[in-house]
T-cell receptor
Framework: QQQVKQSPQSLIVQKGGISIINCAYE??????FPWYQQFPGKGPALLIA?????SEKKEGRFTISFNKSAKQFSLHIMDSQPGDSATYFC????????????FGTGTRLTVIP | GAVVSQHPSRVICKSGTSVKIECRSL??????MFWYRQFPKQSLMLMAT?????????EQGVEKDKFLINHASLTLSTLTVTSAHPEDSSFYIC??????????????FGDGTRLSIL
């Protein structure tokens, strides 16, 4: 059973555009929502994370929007660059990031010049 | 900071061989390490959680006698795939965190080990 649902499966964006990836969850016990970036043959790297007490968090070109009532959260990549081309995973865990992470199915982002 | 090193990066071996994968936290103490498995173009699936000095906790459906996990020190955890078979071929990734610093500590991932069983 997929605890975190992610869409779209793949995304193609023009350089300079906005990439938007969405995730949804059911378990209200989740209280930590990170996004990871993974390049081929590498492990995931933490991009940005949010807790449910805030609705938005921004770090550079990356923004997480969080809707607690809808149990949804999304990643926005502003001014997308070819170097952002990678697979992005959302995740969720209970009682913080130091516990089991439930990953979404991933979104393969391609930014075309 | 927070570097996790995983070794080897790639293993190719014959069916029936046992393979050991190491996961090291280089610049922090990893009280907890996680082992994940990832099939091509799929998500990461948690296999087990190990706390330093304790037995690992395995997720449902993961054979603990098949996937032996040792976490004997605060900087090293190992995963041994015993008597590996072609269906064990996968990308194995570890992550580490320091729970002593609180529950909000992020997991830091290694670069994974590509295991191919012939």
């Amino acid at each position: 059973q997929q605890q975190v649902k992610q869409s779209p499966q793949s995304l193609i964006v023009q350089k300079g555009g906005i990439s938007i990836i969405n995730c949804a969850y059911e378990n209200t016990a989740f209280d930590y929502f990170p996004w990871y970036q993974q390049f081929p043959g590498k492990g995931p790297a933490l991009l940005i994370a949010i807790r449910p007490d805030v609705s938005e968090k921004k770090e550079g070109r990356f923004t997480i929007s969080f809707n607690k009532s809808a149990k949804q959260f999304s990643l926005h990549i502003m001014d997308s660059q070819p170097g952002d081309s990678a697979t992005y995973f959302c995740a969720a865990s209970k009682r913080g990031g130091a516990n089991n992470l439930f990953f979404g199915t991933g979104t393969r982002l391609t930014v075309i010049p | 900071g927070a570097v996790v090193s995983q070794h080897p990066s790639r293993v190719i071996c014959k069916s029936g061989t046992s393979v050991k994968i190491e996961c090291r936290s280089l610049d922090f103490q990893a009280t907890t390490m996680f082992w994940y498995r990832q099939f091509p173009k799929q998500s990461l699936m948690l296999m087990a959680t190990s706390n330093e000095g304790s037995k690992a906790t395995y997720e449902q459906g993961v054979e603990k006698d098949k996937f032996l996990i040792n976490h004997a020190s605060l900087t090293l955890s190992t995963l041994t795939v015993t008597s590996a078979h072609p269906e064990d071929s996968s990308f194995y990734i570890c992550s580490a965190c320091n729970r002593d610093r609180g529950p909000n500590q992020p997991q830091h991932f290694g670069d994974g080990t590509r295991l191919s069983i012939l």
